[in-house]
């Protein structure tokens, strides 16, 4: 059985810093790419960064300089780092793998989601 598990939300003030973990458990051949998404209310969920398992990162443009998407493959748990937070940062942050399995198949699973809010 497969799952996510993100940790490290809460609330900061504008300019401050959060770290968001995910792990990922389960019987897992290969993690292809992680990910981080963001949705808040009344909007899409939409990508902030992703991580290949070779290592290759891409970030939405809001948020590079600020962000830096990391991993632990040895952990299964890929990692958000969040500096100089801004009030538009606010969101719930959810956690993506591409995962592949011995018997040959690949599937996408969702972590739980995780609140992060940024005061002004």
């Known amino acids: 059985q497969v799952q996510l598990v993100e940790s490290g939300g809460g609330l900061v003030q504008a300019g401050g810093s959060l770290r968001l973990s995910c792990a990922a458990s389960?019987?897992?051949?290969?993690?292809?790419?992680m990910g981080w998404y963001r949705q808040a209310p009344g909007e899409q969920r939409d990508a902030v960064a992703t991580?290949?398992?070779?290592?290759?990162?891409n970030y939405v443009d809001s948020v590079k300089g600020r962000f830096t998407i990391s991993s632990d493959n040895a952990k299964n748990t890929v990692y958000l780092q969040m500096n100089s937070l801004k009030p538009e940062d606010t969101a719930v942050y959810y956690c993506?793998?591409?995962?592949?399995?011995?018997?040959?198949?690949?599937?996408?699973?969702w972590g739980q989601g995780t609140q992060v809010a940024v005061s002004s």
């Open positions: 993506n793998a591409d995962l592949s399995f011995n018997l040959g198949t690949r599937f996408n699973y």
């Open positions: 389960g019987s897992i051949l290969r993690i292809n790419t």
């Open positions: 991580i290949t398992s070779g290592g290759s990162t």
